[in-house]
T-cell receptor, first 118, second 115 residues
Framework: GAGVSQTPSNKVTEKGKYVELRCDPI?????LYWYRQSLGQGPEFLIY????????DSGLPNDRFFAVRPEGSVSTLKIQRTERGDSAVYLC????????????????FGAGSRLTVL | AQSVAQPEDQVNVAEGNPLTVKCTYS??????LFWYVQYPNRGLQFLLK??????LVKGSYGFEAEFNKSQTSFHLKKPSALVSDSALYFC?????????????FGSGTRLQVQP
């Protein structure tokens, strides 16, 4: 597609429930990123995929968070046993190439999925 | 550990005046540095990027930023502000030559341009 698409745009759930957030990157972009943005804060890195594999998952806060990208395109961020502190906007971004050294290689962000845990 | 700081929560400027949004970084070695802008209910949009070479980087919508290694700063500037520039601005960085791809973002600066 023309841009990075994220669904749902808004998700309200109850504490303890399971949630899936989907990201459809720009066609041909091999790298995919998940970030989390809490109110009044900058985005915080969660995980980075190069192709199908998670190249860096050091930002996942705990084992309730998991992400997959089985075919190297669409990615799903999965959150188990949601807590009120998980409420945030979850941002997905994609880019081409493997290095930021190329001037053309920048992250393109989606509009985000706003998660509210009651 | 690396960090990016944006010391001002909000910057107010009159339309037509020059604007500066400040950013300082603490990144091991040489950094890649970025500026992004966020409008309400929209994703972050890339403005410009420092890789290497010329310290003055020109980007989209007339914005530019100056990389200053001695002051570890990467301030965003524009000679003449527009009301439409009002938005939330984020600075981000990542060390070069590590293979690391996780950008560290600052907390953001809200730019308000008054007519």
């Amino acid at each position: 597609g023309a841009g990075v698409s994220q669904t749902p745009s808004n998700k309200v759930t109850e504490k303890g429930k399971y949630v899936e957030l989907r990201c459809d990157p720009i066609s041909g972009h091999t790298a995919l990123y998940w970030y989390r943005q809490s109110l009044g804060q900058g985005p915080e890195f969660l995980i980075y995929f190069q192709g199908t594999g998670a190249a860096d998952d050091s930002g996942l806060p705990n084992d309730r968070f998991f992400a997959v990208r089985p075919e190297g395109s669409v990615s799903t961020l999965k959150i188990q046993r949601t807590e009120r502190g998980d409420s945030a906007v979850y941002l997905c971004a994609s880019s081409k190439g493997k290095s930021f050294s190329s001037g053309a290689n920048v992250l393109t962000f989606g509009a985000g999925s706003r998660l509210t845990v009651l | 550990a690396q960090s990016v700081a944006q010391p001002e929560d909000q910057v107010n400027v009159a339309e037509g005046n020059p604007l500066t949004v400040k950013c300082t970084y603490s990144v091991s070695g040489n950094p890649y540095l970025f500026w992004y802008v966020q409008y309400p209910n929209r994703g972050l949009q890339f403005l410009l990027k420092y890789i290497t070479g010329d310290n003055l980087v020109k980007g989209s919508y007339g914005f530019e930023a100056e990389f200053n290694k001695s002051q570890t700063s990467f301030h965003l500037k524009k000679p003449s502000a527009l009301v439409s520039d009002s938005a939330l601005y984020f600075c981000a960085g990542v060390p070069q030559d590590t293979g690391r791809r996780a950008l560290t973002f600052g907390s953001g600066t809200r730019l308000q341009v008054q007519p």
